[in-house]
């Protein structure tokens, strides 16, 4: 169940956040090479993470193929490139069975990023829940996992103190935007459509800071700027002929700077104040040339500084994060119920029909036996399901117990002890192979 679950990656806390982009997969063929990923590696269900934090493989193997340890591989699929002996063990981290669980949890309640309450990463959970159903690499129980993830981050949200002053790490990006346009009033422009261009439209329009949208698809800039009446301008203009701005905060998801050494000059030579403009850098990889910057006297502040930033008040939230740490103690326990009832609730009723089938079957010897007799037919069958019923109760309250608070393989014990053709029968109820490879080899069993 639970110890099918696993989740391997790589945090800031491995090089910095500027350093995630090169173990971060391009969108246009991350679809095709998780699937080739997950055939390989024998995996069942598998789930791609990428924030400005972490890029994390969320996934679950099968009873048939017991999960090894697949940071090597995932090395290799992240970076493009074969680990050195060792490597990848010592850059990678890895969680398995209720640890990978936890740890999605604290993932989404904001409780394991640099920004201690951060709000934009339920969302980003939320996406990578969705890209893995789309991509048809979700079952049932990474959807309950990302399901109880969600819960859990709303109710950090809304009943702890946690979420009463979430810190978002664009909040932090807002603090630098602030002290520079108290020096030089002007124009900010948000490039990207995405979480953190979002929640900074929010901050700005709250402050009453003109600001323009900038996105590559003119339609999804002009959707953002409508909800805040601001302007809107395409990528490719922006980049050739750029109104006067004082800051320039980029948010996108494009595999290489989208603002570069030309692109910055423009936006040198158009600046009101006669400063160059403030590039504060949220992408990960990188939006804004570094290089270029450092050429043509642009501050640039980059997601390691905003990190560093956040961190820095991390360990006085943590005080403030005990309730919402206690959600997610008390999640872990929930999922087993769950992942018992849904994913395994087929043979809870495969259990009931093998008592009411037997309870049948006697009813028409019996009825054989006594015919000619002056006896009620529908009594007799009423009173056999019934007794059935109640038979099968003990053995089905006795198996979920089993199976929510004994040892992993607790399932598999149960079938191995029954006869081959109810093994066949059970077992396909939870899932056809698994269940059926179990029962054959059980068969081959002296024991059995």
């Not at 990923?37 to 069942?44: K, M, T, V, Y």
């Not at 309450?117 to 690499?137: F, P």
């Not at 037997?358 to 009620?376: H, M, P, Q, W």
Request: proline letters at 5%; one cysteine or more; charged letters at 25%.
């Amino acid at each position: 169940m639970l110890d099918e679950l696993g989740i391997v990656g790589i945090s800031w806390r491995q090089g910095g956040s500027e350093a995630l982009a090169n173990y971060s997969l391009a969108a246009e063929d991350r679809p095709t090479r998780l699937a080739s990923f997950a055939d390989r590696a024998e995996l069942s269900e598998l789930a791609y993470l990428e924030t400005c934090n972490r890029v994390e493989l969320v996934f679950a193997g099968s009873a048939d193929t017991p999960l090894v340890d697949l940071r090597a591989p995932a090395f290799e699929l992240l970076t493009g490139s074969k680990p050195a002996p060792g490597e990848a063990e010592r850059t990678l981290k890895a969680w398995r069975g209720e640890g990978a669980c936890e740890h999605l949890f604290l993932v989404a309640a904001g409780l394991d990023s640099a920004a201690v309450g951060e709000v934009e990463i339920a969302g980003q959970v939320r996406l990578a829940h969705d890209r893995s159903r789309a991509d048809g690499l979700c079952g049932a129980r990474l959807s309950m996992l990302f399901e109880e993830a969600a819960r859990i981050a709303a109710a950090v949200r809304g009943g702890t103190r946690l979420g009463e002053g979430s810190v978002s790490l664009a909040e932090v990006a807002m603090t630098h935007v602030q002290r520079r346009l108290g020096r030089t009033p002007g124009t900010v422009a948000l490039v990207g459509v995405s979480a953190m261009t979002e929640r900074a439209a929010l901050s700005l329009a709250k402050a009453d800071v003109p600001f323009l949208i900038v996105n590559r698809t003119p339609d999804n800039a002009r959707e953002l700027a409508e909800r805040f009446d601001v302007p809107s301008i395409s990528l490719a203009d922006f980049r050739q002929s750029p109104p006067p701005v004082e800051v320039l905060l980029s948010a996108t998801a494009a595999p290489e700077p989208v603002i570069d050494a030309a692109a910055l000059a423009c936006l040198v030579d158009a600046a009101a104040s006669g400063e160059p403009p403030l590039g504060i850098d949220m992408a990960v990889p990188a939006d804004i040339d570094s290089q270029a910057c450092a050429t043509l006297g642009v501050a640039r502040v980059g997601m390691d500084e905003i990190v560093r930033e956040a961190e820095a008040n991390r360990e006085a939230r943590l005080l403030a994060a005990a309730d919402a740490r206690a959600l997610v103690d008390e999640a872990l326990p929930r999922l087993r119920d769950k992942v018992v009832d849904r994913v395994y609730g087929p043979l809870f009723g495969a259990l009931q029909k093998h008592y009411q089938d037997t309870a049948r079957e006697g009813v028409e010897r019996l009825l054989k036996t006594l015919a000619g007799s002056d006896i009620d037919r529908r009594e007799v069958e009423n009173w056999a399901q019934a007794l059935a019923r109640r038979l099968a109760h003990l053995p089905t309250v006795g198996l979920k117990g089993l199976m929510r608070y004994g040892p992993e393989g607790s399932l598999d014990a149960f079938l191995k002890g029954l006869d081959p053709e109810r093994r066949r029968l059970l077992g396909q109820a939870v899932g056809g192979e698994r269940q059926t490879k179990m029962s054959e080899e059980a068969d081959d069993d002296p024991k059995a």
